[in-house]
């Protein structure tokens, strides 16, 4: 059975687990530096989305300088690989 999505809905993620320490906010910082980051920098293919992200944060553990850390290391190891 083909279920279809209706018309001017967008996917969600909801990213859940019991306990601490899953690697869960790593992986939100990972698939949020994916969509933010454009597809090519500098000659450099990124793969990126270069698209919008919102991040309902209701403990207010989301670090904008966290996320740029991890950017920034995704582009250094990108710019090695080329």
Same mark, same amino acid.
């Given at each position: $059975?083909?279920? &279809? @999505?209706p018309k001017g809905v967008? /996917?969600?993620?909801?990213?859940?687990?019991?306990? /601490? =320490?899953?690697? @869960?906010? &790593?992986?939100? !910082? *990972?698939i949020t530096a994916m969509?933010?980051? /454009? /597809?090519?920098? #500098?000659? %450099?293919?990124? #793969?990126? @989305? =270069?698209?919008?992200?919102?991040?309902? +944060?209701? +403990? #207010?553990?989301?670090?904008?300088?966290? *996320?740029?850390? %991890? $950017?920034? &290391? !995704?582009?250094?190891?990108?710019?090695?690989?080329?």
């Amino acid at each position: $059975m083909r279920q &279809h @999505k209706p018309k001017g809905v967008e /996917p969600v993620v909801e990213i859940t687990s019991a306990g /601490p =320490g899953a690697g @869960k906010t &790593h992986l939100l !910082y *990972l698939i949020t530096a994916m969509a933010v980051l /454009p /597809p090519v920098h #500098n000659g %450099v293919q990124l #793969n990126g @989305k =270069g698209q919008a992200v919102v991040v309902i +944060d209701t +403990d #207010n553990h989301f670090s904008v300088a966290r *996320l740029a850390q %991890v $950017m920034q &290391h !995704y582009i250094t190891q990108r710019n090695v690989e080329a």
